[in-house]
């Protein structure tokens, strides 16, 4: 996965990230580093800015100021179809999938050919789409219901098809909002299994509040407070930091 | 599965069919002359409705402005046959010969810049495509590119086609007025006006909207169209997959814009004038209606939508004049209230599955019948 870039190490570097809504600093001076093949998670108390961090990545909301270089590209002023094209894809909160649209038809739309207008309107469905659909809808535990109509998943399947949506993308960064939020047990022990084999070749950021969760799959735990690092490190550092404590975990 | 990809699944074949038999054969046979060219006219904003199904049946852009579009399609025909009805020899007796009549009332003495390649047919045809897709193009960019939409983008386009209705009617010795482009004779030496004329006419319209059904059904099955369908649901979810989404609705935009213009250049053929009257928010809304009668998903239920609520416009408004508005309004709520997806989906939901039971029971047809319970059902829901 080494890429030709000069001052390689990091796959991606946020540095002096602020963004500011009408004065209020969502997000201040926050910098921080991921490594390739590293699965990062981001956990901290409701409204400490961390939907906001991925939004700043992904191209969804503009930067006050700071920088974001990813594989040595800057992504601030890149439109969020460039930031995809750069090899960063992003899953929502909400399960953010299209109803109306099989399973086989979701991921056939994140399959990377054929974005422009001309491109879509002359794609063609060939046996390359069709296996790399089948392989991606077999990690994700769907390869049975490929041609269900999507609304008719599970909350679970539909995370995981989104998921599965970001992979077909062959991004090199997922970035993932809170992943198993709403699922059961058994998902969420499918849902571990699933990230650790996506991580054999991509970088993963995560945000999550499931504690148990974040244990299982992070190599490294940031928590954010009011737009800010509270703490840095493995888990089990951040776990005794009595800062962290008191403004998060203690509740 | 597979059968998406195609340009057409089996039931929209059968569809295409009993359409292009009703059109081309019961029609014309069970009509007089002047009950055909009525239909002709319906016809014309059927192609406005098929535009509507792309652009705010699949797309979710709610254009309330198509009005507009078919009329810049029927004033370019429109200016191209004025000219060849204003011949010197034709209008010797005006202060200006040459000049179309209006021109002349309105004390023109030159015939303006922007009408003279409005001599040739071919720039005119290349106009009816070209200058309505580049119009929506820049209306689409300016909207789309700020991520204006829904609610916001309906009512400017309404604003558009207020503002085209005031110009046309403004700027009279240029556009007609408010009366528009009347009297129109010939097309190449050929006179539309005789019966036999819009005979020939009726079936040249149908081809076109044949035509334009398959273009429309391509759209939907290729993969834009899917694009399209994601869109108008998960918006961000398109745009953070790769896709430029401003891109994608200003197609589906320029395309409903063209196809409203092919339907207003035959409606100024078949019918032989154009005036604004096509071009307001009025007409712009009925054609919205026609669509929402139809089923705005499904390019066959709005063709037919459009012809009924045409039907019963012209025999209420016979009758009751003062009442056809209310009706119509009435009509629009009830549709949007109590069946969606107008009469495409009553058909889907309630017609075409005990069609399929009957069919069924047939020895020999079951194995085709149960092909078409699983086409019918879109999107796979009962692939299952």
Redesign the interface.
């Known amino acids: 996965m080494v890429i030709g870039d000069v001052q390689k190490d990091f796959l991606l570097a946020v540095e002096g990230l602020t963004v500011s809504f009408d004065g209020f600093k969502a997000v201040n001076d926050l910098s921080f580093y991921v490594d390739e093949n590293e699965i990062r998670v981001i956990i901290g108390p409701n409204g400490a800015g961390k939907t906001t961090v991925l939004d700043l990545i992904c191209g969804k909301t503009e930067a006050t100021s700071g920088s974001i270089k990813f594989r040595g590209q800057e992504l601030t002023h890149m439109t969020p179809n460039q930031i995809v094209l750069a090899g960063v894809g992003r899953k929502f909160q909400t399960p953010s999938i299209y109803d109306d649209l099989t399973v086989f038809e979701n991921l056939e739309i994140s399959y990377p050919r054929g974005r422009t207008v001309f491109g879509a309107l002359t794609f063609k469905r060939d046996a390359a789409v069709r296996d790399r659909v089948e392989a991606v809808a077999e990690t994700i535990f769907l390869k049975d219901r490929l041609h269900t109509s999507a609304e008719l998943l599970s909350h679970g399947q539909k995370q995981w098809l989104e998921i599965g949506m970001l992979l077909i993308q062959e991004p090199a960064l997922l970035m993932l909002d809170e992943p198993v939020a709403g699922m059961s047990v058994s998902e969420r022990v499918k849902t571990a299994e699933l990230l650790h084999g996506i991580i054999k070749n991509h970088s993963v950021l995560v945000i999550e509040h499931d504690m148990k969760f974040v244990e299982d799959i992070a190599h490294k735990v940031i928590v954010l407070h009011q737009g800010r690092i509270l703490s840095e490190g493995k888990m089990e550092k951040v776990k005794n930091d009595p800062k962290v404590i008191e403004v998060y975990l203690g509740h | 599965?597979?059968e998406?990809?195609r340009f057409f699944n089996r039931s929209e074949l059968m569809a295409l069919a009993v359409l292009a038999l009703l059109l081309v054969v019961v029609l014309p046979l069970s009509l007089d002359v002047f009950r055909l060219n009525l239909v002709a006219k319906y016809l014309t904003y059927a192609f406005v409705a098929i535009g509507l199904v792309l652009c705010w049946g699949y797309g979710g852009i709610l254009s309330l402005g198509q009005g507009v579009f078919f009329g810049l399609g029927g004033y370019c025909m429109a200016m191209f046959l004025k000219l060849e009805a204003s011949s010197v020899a034709n209008t010797k007796i005006q202060s200006t010969p040459g000049i179309p009549d209006f021109m002349d009332w309105n004390q023109l003495t030159q015939l303006p810049f922007f009408w003279k390649p409005f001599h040739s047919l071919t720039f005119t045809i290349v106009a009816i495509f070209a200058v309505p897709a580049i119009f929506a193009f820049i209306v689409g960019a300016a909207m789309f590119k700020r991520r204006v939409g829904g609610v916001y983008f309906a009512i400017i386009t309404q604003a558009i086609a207020a503002i085209l209705t005031i110009l046309i009617v403004g700027q009279q010795g240029y556009t007609g007025g408010i009366n528009g482009i009347t009297d129109l004779r010939t097309l190449k030496g050929w006179d539309i006006r005789t019966d036999q004329a819009k005979f020939i006419l009726y079936f040249v319209e149908v081809a076109f909207l044949l035509a334009g059904v398959a273009v429309a059904l391509f759209?939907r099955h290729?993969?834009?169209g899917?694009?399209l369908?994601?869109m108008r649901?998960?918006e961000?979810?398109?745009?953070?997959?790769?896709?430029?989404v401003a891109?994608?609705k200003i197609?589906a935009f320029c395309i409903a814009a063209v196809f409203a213009a092919v339907g207003g250049a035959l409606f100024t053929l078949e019918v032989g004038f154009m005036s604004p009257s096509f071009v307001g928010i009025v007409p712009s809304i009925e054609m919205v209606i026609y669509t929402a009668v139809g089923g705005r998903l499904s390019v066959f239920g709005a063709i037919y939508g459009t012809l009924i609520v045409n039907f019963a416009k012209t025999s209420f408004s016979e009758s009751f004049p003062e009442l056809w508005l209310f009706g119509l309004g009435a009509l629009f709520i009830a549709v949007v209230l109590a069946f969606p997806n107008g009469l495409a989906g009553l058909w889907r939901d309630y017609v075409q599955p005990r069609l399929d039971a009957v069919l069924l029971r047939r020895p020999g047809a079951a194995k085709w019948a149960s092909r078409q319970v699983s086409e019918s059902v879109?999107?796979?829901?009962a692939?299952?």
């Open positions: 599965m597979s998406n990809t759209i290729s993969k834009l899917r694009i369908v994601a649901e998960k961000d979810r398109v745009r953070f997959s790769g896709y430029s891109n994608f197609f879109p999107d796979g829901a692939a299952e």
